[in-house]
């Protein structure tokens, strides 16, 4: 049987310095094998989250906000014109340090 889930490190998977996104559209549901509709053989969870408050939230239907910023990063297509670019921008340069 082929692994589905191969555990990542910091060093094989890089996330722009981004918060991790439960919610996002690349992320499966707490009981799914490989695409959005299956779900574990035994209908155990094949991932919880080890903060509680986000045990309803992964995965999703749509692309999140977060998916969007990191394909912004990855592509470098942040610009003035972009609004999530100017919000992380924003958030960046009121966040450094002076």
């Not at 992964?58 to 999530?84: Q, R, T, W």
């Amino acid at each position: 049987m082929m692994l589905e889930f191969i555990r990542q490190s910091k060093r094989t998977n890089y996330n722009y310095n981004l918060t991790y996104d439960y919610g996002s559209v690349f992320q499966n549901g707490t009981r799914a094998l490989g695409n959005f509709y299956s779900s574990s053989k035994n209908g155990w969870p094949t991932i919880i989250a080890s903060d509680a408050d986000y045990s309803q939230t992964f995965g999703s239907g749509s692309v999140s906000f977060y998916d969007k910023l990191m394909m912004n990063l990855h592509y470098a297509c942040l610009c003035e014109k972009n609004p999530i670019s100017t919000f992380y921008l924003q958030l960046h340069i009121s966040n450094s340090p002076l």
